[in-house]
């Protein structure tokens, strides 16, 4: 990337006032990236910035409360900071956010569906339209279009909303200017039976790793998380559908007007459920109720955390 | 007990110890006749009831969940149900993603001297619930227990 | 100002008849003031006096046909200038709410009626819509010297619920309508009395009485004329002025017009067009007086 | 835990439409429990004995009964139970009366229903836990906000009682609507002279501090230790100088100030002492009409002042009160009548307000006890008295009735007889609502001792006719219209909570009805508590009262701080949240939601945690619902209670 440099040296600049910065470098593979920590200037030079920066890096600030931590953000990212730091999780004065213009990062799991067995990768090759992965001596190319994730095309937020340093130059928010829920109209739309069933057959699988949870940027909870305690005891250990589903729900509920719609529970669902589905649907109904987004705006209040004595779009139900 | 079997859907209350509870012994007082489907919890106040628990609720096998707390304004907490109120409509408009009909869930007000009130929300919300019929029901650790099921009664 | 402003128009039977000239100055007043009015096509009575004391469906039938009418022009408010056409009309959208009523009526109509359409009195669109000020910027003649008291009746503005207009015990509409147009605003207390209305017929005495009443209070009040904006108290006022004269032993001459009339002689428009040779009492004196005070006024410029 | 359970009859108000000994015999399946009967009155003395002996017995550590509502007998159970030994938290009730057999008569399904209602409380019973509540010491001072009857009446009794007191005044002087009064009803006494000596009690008792012009700013605290901010606003004289003289305001030349206590029938001086018996006797400007802070020049005031006390930098001051119980004595305002456009909606001068009339009528108001039309100084002969002018009209937002004001009306049209022998009155009236000591003797005297014409009927219109205002109603008694000739109309405008009361509410946590009138405890047995502890109620702001009614409240809240005081420390209810310090993850959304402020930000070894204040908990359990890992748990009503109870009912 053109501004990648550019990014190395606003690094460079800031790191000796602080403790680590979050950045993204090559995995063990060319076709993964993973999260880098830079310490030192030696670690400088390893961050990549590339569509393979899935991990959405704001996951990491709540543990590292008291340390001064720069983080390197996409768009969508940087909603998850503005989220925590409304929440006062963390604080403005120990993070350093470094910003830049994203044009949408890669759905592994489509480039797998595209390519077939992903075994071997001995390079991957992008362009800004395209990219060339050789698997096995085996060269495939693909439109970057068609391996882009889902929240990318819809995305209104390329841009780092917040940032101490942004290189790069500033996409214009793209349309369409509304959040996109079609797939999700289209599911509400079955009859309620099919919804029932679909989600009891998704969640099936389900192996309570919660991995969904560990990389949700505001399940800040962790060890915490009321899926695992006895007192409270919402659920039990047992391997029955009924109590995975009911995590999602609690899930869900408690990202309530909070949830950035960064989708990494869903990409780190070992098993492909489709959960940000469930997100989607509370923040539409947030978005239709409160008329409010999560982490666009620092003084902001979340909606369930604060109430008006008239509430204009709550009609309730005539006895 | 499980539900008279052709005759009672489980319903459960949640009522805020200061008013609705107060008005549903309003209307035991009055003799104000009720179906007898509804069980009611108390709770101290409607911004105690944690959404979660009408989902744990259904989820566990109620056909229908009722709320009801204080006018908005004359909580006895000053602020409780107008949390309540948020957090009870979005939990109200999510459910029937996960395919539960809109009216399986109500909340509403009733003060502690609306006994008719309360006789009138019980009847109306029960009989809602008896034209919805039986909620879907998870039965057993897989899926294919409650879908079986579920094609079975189809057919 | 919004300078499209467009409705269908419902004249009402008594234009046709007693009020014709209310009528002609409503349709002047609005063609000066650029505002567009569309006769509502096939209109029929509103079925207010004497069907609705009869039978409240078969009233409301009248009415929700002629809606129906007005939604079929395409058009989502028509404005009358008779308060009891207005009432009735209103009255009939009110009642279809109710599902078993509307039942009731449409079951006596050709078709189900559409009965969404709002309608307005023409004077509330020109206050609400046009705008007094608006008004008060194409008023070439002002009515100098012309002391008059605004007299409203009893339904033109109630029930306030359903009216939605203007005070229902003080309202002042056209009180601002007549200061804009120059002319000497008397309170008049009376302003929502009842005439006597229909009661001209069989008890003729309580018209007599109530009317004379007003007369009387408008007199006290030093009012040269009375402006209204219901054709049945303007008829009972004027019409019958010489008879209550003669049942009260007065000698009230006051000119009563309508408020279209003297708003269209403000806009320049003639006499004629406006029917003023249409009222009983005669307002020529007082007609005269008016340019009188204008010409000294300007000689005076 | 063995848990026995108690099924009661309620006599046959239970057992005739529930079979007690069916639900019984289903309760000792239940986990947990090891004992169960039916039993014939609970609540009795046998009834309770039985548990205390059961207890013993068979070595209970939880009961259940399922009797009426918990609102009815649970304090009742809960002293049974800690009788036996057991902590009284070891306990739930079901309500098998109110929920179950009174409304329904399916026997055989309200069985069924009482056994589920029994099992939920068995199952949140065993996650019960014994409660202790905590004591702590408390500031045996009293706040007392407002200096109407019932505030002075309040503030004297604690005052003997040997309490410190604290009276903040909003307007400059105390007296509130009483000292407006000329004579008070049905003795026709002088109301300053009754009320005179009381208000100079006020300010020599050596037990009470008295703040007026002064607001309150804040509350902060609990019941025993409130702290409370007080505004004292700007009076631009310096009271400890002023010798309420009065020559300031003989020589002020702006005339034209607002005359509030005068209920604005005349003016007043920009600096003005609102009446000669005020107290305190202390002067002050009105910034509004004041041509030295308006415009900087005039100045007038400073220079005639023999004490020098004139200060036109003055600022607002706040002080901070600390008490242990405050009492709400408001007050009320009138209604705003000139909604009502059939009686002129304020157009016509000579239509006034019976409070205007009272400042008329006494002989310290403006027009020195004569009456006098506003419009020309005239004496009237008619007086036309409208009653129910923001009372029993819902068309208004108004249906309750205000209560007082055929009194008054009956007073006032005794009163213009004997200012004016020949006049006549006329009072427009609904019902005559005179219930009380002498009450009705009085109104019926003024029908006839003194022929006031009472017409039952209500006014449709006023207008005015020549000088006069004809004054049009029906006569429903007689079934006819009725038209006078009145010179004056008085209005009988009826209360409505102060102005600013909910606001006040809002700072001392209190709840308020749509009207804005503050809600007592208890619609009968609580009258002059709220529901947060150690705030008290007296007087109109809990709802229109007559005079007698608000010394009787003012009496009454000082007797309850005067309870409250007789002990050294206070106990405090244990059904509080508490929070699990390792869950506590420090995000603070508890604190944001609590609505009582008892959720403070702590730092335990380095983290923050929330830690809530007991004593302030009002246990409405806001804070558990909103944790999102529920680290804060409110006692008693726990998630895992709750989820109990919900399992106990919806086993899949």
Known sequence: MKFQEELKESIRKALPELDVVIGWCGSFDPLHATPHFIYGEEDI????????????????????????????????????????LQEKLISRDDITIFGFPCTGVIDQSKVKKAIGYVGNVQSCD????????????????????????????????????????????RIAKKDPAEPNYKELEKFEKLAVSERFGYWLKELDRCIRCYACRSACPLCVCRDHCIAESRDPHWLSQENNVRDKLMFQVIHAYHMAGRCTECGECQRACPVDIPILMLKQKMNKEVLDIFNYEAGVNLKDTPPLLSFKMEEENITEKDW | MPVLEGKELRIVGFLCNWCSYGGADTAGVGRFNQP?????????????????????????????????????????????????????????????????????????????????????????????????????????????????????ALK | MNTSLNYAYYPGCSSTGTSVEYDMSSRAICAALGIQLQDVPDWSCCGSTPAHTVDHSLSSALSARNLDQVASMGLDSCITPCPSCLANLKTAKHKMQDENFRDKVNKLLEKPANTQVETKSVLQILVEDYGIENIKKKVVKPLTGLVVGAYYGCILNRP??????????????????????????????????????????????????????????????????????????????????????????????IPIFYFTQLLGLALGLTEKELGMDKLCVSPRTLLNSIAKEEQIKEKAA | MKIGVFVCHCGSNIEATVDTATVAAAAREFPGVVFATDTMYTCSEPGQDEIVDAIKEHNLDGIVVASCSPRMHEQTFRRTVERAGLNKYLFEMANIREHVSWIGKDREANTNKAVDLVRMASEKLMNNQPLYPKKFTINKRVLIIGGGVAGIQAALDCADGGLEVVMVEKTSTIGGKMAKLDKTFPTVDCSSCILGPRMVDVAQHPNITLYAFSEIEEINGYVGNFE?????????????????????????????????????????????????????????????????????????????????????????????????????????????????????????????????????????????????????????????????????????????????????????????????????????????????????????????????????????????????????????????????????????????????????????????????????????????????????????????????????????????????????????????????????????KCIQTCPFGAIKEIDFRGMIKANVIETICQGCGICTSTCPQGAVQLQHSTDNQILSEVNALCQF
């Open chain 1, 45 to 84: 030079e390893k961050l990549e910035i590339s569509p393979l920066n899935v991990h959405n890096l704001a996951t990491y600030l709540p543990g590292m409360r008291g340390k001064k931590v720069g983080v390197v953000v996409k768009g969508c990212d940087s909603r998850s900071v503005v989220e925590l």
């Open chain 1, 126 to 169: 992008m362009s800004d339209e395209s990219l060339v992965v050789v698997v096995d001596d085996k060269p495939h190319s693909l439109k970057l279009s068609e391996v882009l994730a889902e929240k990318c095309k819809s995305c209104r937020y390329p841009d780092a909303i917040i940032s101490d340093y942004f290189v790069g130059d």
């Open chain 2, 36 to 152: 007898t489907d509804l069980r009611i919890i108390k709770v101290p106040c409607s911004g105690r009831i944690d959404p979660l628990f009408i989902v744990k609720a259904l989820m566990n096998g109620a056909d229908g969940v009722l709320v009801s707390g204080c006018h908005p304004r004359d909580c006895h907490y000053s602020e409780g149900n107008f949390y309540a109120r948020r957090r009870l409509e979005i939990m109200q408009k999510f459910l029937p993603i996960l395919g539960y009909e809109p009216g399986r869930f109500e909340y509403t007000w009733v003060s502690a001297s609306e006994g008719q009130r309360w006789q009138q929300v019980v009847t109306e919300f029960t009989d809602q619930i008896h034209k919805l019929g039986p909620a879907p029901k998870i039965v057993g650790p897989e899926a294919s227990d409650t879908l079986s099921l579920m094609q079975a």
């Open chain 3, 160 to 253: 306030a619920e359903l009216m939605q207009f203007d005070s229902r015990e003080h309202p002042m509409a056209m009180d601002n309508i007549m200061e804009a147009l120059g002319a000497t605003v008397v309170p008049f207390p009376l302003k929502v009395e009842c005439c006597g209305a229909s009661f001209g017929i069989p008890r003729k005495d309580v018209v007599m009485r109530l009317s004379g009443k007003l007369l009387d209070t408008a007199q006290e009040i030093g009012a040269l004329a009375l402006v209204t904006a219901c054709p049945l108290c303007q008829m009972n006022l004027d019409m019958r002025q010489s008879q209550i004269n003669r049942a009260n032993g007065t000698k009230h001459n």
């Open chain 4, 228 to 588: 409370i901010k007080v505004k004292k606003k700007a009076t631009y004289v310096d009271w400890d100088a002023c010798t309420g003289c009065g020559i300031c305001m003989e020589k002020c030349p702006s005339k034209k100030a607002t005359d509030t206590f005068n209920e604005e029938i005349d003016f007043t001086k920009a600096i003005n002492i609102p009446f000669a018996q005020a107290i305190p006797k202390k002067a002050k400007i009105d910034p509004e009409f004041c041509t030295m802070l308006k415009k900087g020049k005039c100045g007038v005031c400073a220079k005639v002042c023999p004490s020098g006390c004139i200060d036109y930098e003055m600022k607002d001051e706040f002080i901070t009160e600390k008490v242990g119980a405050i009492v709400t004595a408001t007050g009320f305002d009138l209604f705003d009548w000139t909604v009502y456009e059939e009686y002129g909606g304020g157009r016509y001068p000579d239509v006034i307000t019976s409070l205007q009339y009272e400042r008329m009528l006494s002989a310290s108001g403006p027009t020195g006890g004569h009456i006098k039309r506003p419009s020309d100084g005239k004496e009237p002969k008619d007086v036309v008295f409208i009653q129910c002018v923001g009372s029993r009209d819902k068309s208004v937002g108004r249906p309750y009735c205000t209560g007082f004001c055929c009194m008054y009306t009956a007073k006032q049209a005794i009163l213009t007889k004997d200012h004016l022998p020949g006049s006549q009155s006329y009072v427009f009236y609904m019902d005559i609502r005179a219930a009380g000591k002498l009450y009705d003797e009085f109104t019926r005297r003024a029908m006839e001792e003194y022929d006031t014409n009472y017409i039952r009927g209500r006014v449709s219109m006023i207008y005015p006719k020549g000088d006069k205002l004809l004054v049009r109603g029906a006569d429903t008694l007689m079934g006819t219209q009725v038209e006078v000739d009145a010179d004056l109309v008085v209005l009988a405008v009826g209360a409505e909570a102060s102005k600013g009361a909910s606001k006040l509410a809002e700072k001392l946590r209190i709840s308020y009805d749509s009207y804005g009138f503050y809600m007592e405890g208890h619609p009968k047995l609580k009258p002059v508590e709220t529901n947060t502890a150690g705030v008290y109620l007296a007087g109109a702001c809990q709802g229109p009262k007559d005079i007698p009614s608000s010394v009787a409240q003012g009496s009454a809240a000082a007797a309850k701080v005067l309870g409250l005081f007789s002990k050294d420390q206070l106990e405090s209810d244990p059904q509080v949240s508490t929070v699990d310090i390792k869950r506590c993850i420090g995000c603070g």
